[in-house]
């Protein structure tokens, strides 16, 4: 059994940052890839941020590039996410996602994803 555990959520203001992150524990386990989604109330889950270890890139979505950056420990199977220059639209849960094996761009999609944490909840105040 896998488990992912996201840490770092909270309340903030517009303008301001927080650091996510997420460490994988259980059964020994290496991932291709890890990658942050979020979902808001009445959305569906969106891509957010990935990086895929075996060539150190990483990949973001429009609405967080410039502003998101995503980091992380491959001998760890750690990844972090610091989010600057907040806004409201940011407010989400924040999942964090791995996979042990990485095919063409499936880091965009969620349902490639095998393991998943449970959440943490990121509130943006205008």
């Known amino acids: 059994q896998v488990q992912l555990v996201e840490s770092g959520g909270g309340l903030v203001q517009a303008g301001d940052s927080l650091r996510l992150s997420c460490a994988a524990s259980g059964r020994t386990f290496s991932s291709a890839v890890m990658g942050w989604f979020r979902q808001a109330p009445g959305k569906e889950r969106e891509f957010v941020a990935a990086?895929?270890?075996?060539?150190?890139?990483?990949y973001y979505a429009d609405s967080v590039k410039g502003r998101f950056t995503i980091s992380g420990d491959n001998a760890k199977n750690a990844v972090y996410l610091q989010m600057n220059s907040l806004t409201p639209e940011d407010t989400a849960v924040y999942f964090c996602?791995?996979?042990?094996?990485?095919?063409?761009?499936?880091?965009?999609?969620?349902?490639?994803?095998?393991?998943w944490g449970q959440g943490a909840q990121v509130t943006v105040s205008s």
């Open positions: 996602a791995a996979n042990e094996y990485y095919s063409s761009n499936m880091y965009y999609y969620a349902r490639r994803y095998g393991y």
């Open positions: 990086i895929r270890w075996s060539r150190g890139s990483t």
